[in-house]
């Protein structure tokens, strides 16, 4: 037989308590009783701006913080789990939006070359090859006035690096997988966190 049992973890200032993991109380073949934590209010809850923009990250103890303060709204939930207060039940949230616009200051990224490679999938962009080591070349060579701009840096494998040496793309007959651009920090978020969840996946525009 399978029950929840709540670990409780409280918050003073609010007078308000969540259970800090979800867990079943199951019995193994011998009748020993075991107890599997599957949730936890460490899980990450993608944060959405008003304007549905993924902005942040956060656990799902701030992610209910921000919903019992009516700061926020769920938008996707983890399926039919729930969290347990002393006297309630909420959804367990995998998406919140935020109920006011949060003015979030422009996110300056880097020009290097751990983030071109970032930006470029770690995969050379004239051949696609995906194996190290991978280089940063300049589509215009420095020594023709190329510059060190988004623009003008793409990954590229050693072997497509030195057939194109001190030409253009155009000179070399070597054409570009994709127009090189300066990233949006979504890009970053999305390798920041890794695995995606399903549930995350349209709001980052992965879908």
């Known amino acids: 037989m399978h029950s929840k049992i709540p670990f409780v973890s409280y918050f003073p200032s609010r007078r308000i308590a969540f259970s800090t993991t ?18 936890s209010l460490n899980s990450k809850v993608l944060i959405l701006n008003q304007s549905y923009e993924p902005i942040s990250v956060c656990s799902t103890k701030k992610a209910l913080l921000l919903l019992f303060l009516t700061k926020a709204e769920i938008v996707e939930g983890r399926g039919a789990n729930v969290v347990r207060t002393v006297r309630e039940c909420y959804p367990f949230p995998s998406v919140i939006r935020l109920s006011a616009y ?16 970032r930006r470029d999938g770690f995969r050379c962009q004239y051949c696609g090859a995906n194996q190290s080591p991978l280089t940063v070349d300049h589509i ?21 690096n030195n057939k194109k040496g001190n030409r253009t793309p155009d000179e070399a007959s070597m054409r570009l997988t994709g127009v090189p651009k300066k990233p949006h920090h979504v890009l970053f978020l999305k390798h920041y966190l890794g695995k995606v969840e399903e549930t995350w996946r349209p709001y980052l525009f992965m879908d």
């Not at 215009?140 to 497509?160: H, Q, Y």
């Open 140 to 160: 215009i060579p420095r020594s023709r006035g190329g510059n060190d701009t988004w623009e003008n840096l793409t990954c590229a494998c050693v072997k497509c």
């Open 22 to 39: 979800l867990a079943q109380i199951r019995h193994d073949s011998a009748g020993r009783q075991e107890t599997a934590v599957y949730l």
């Open 102 to 117: 949060l003015r979030v200051p422009f996110r300056k990224i880097e020009l290097s070359r751990k983030n071109i490679l």
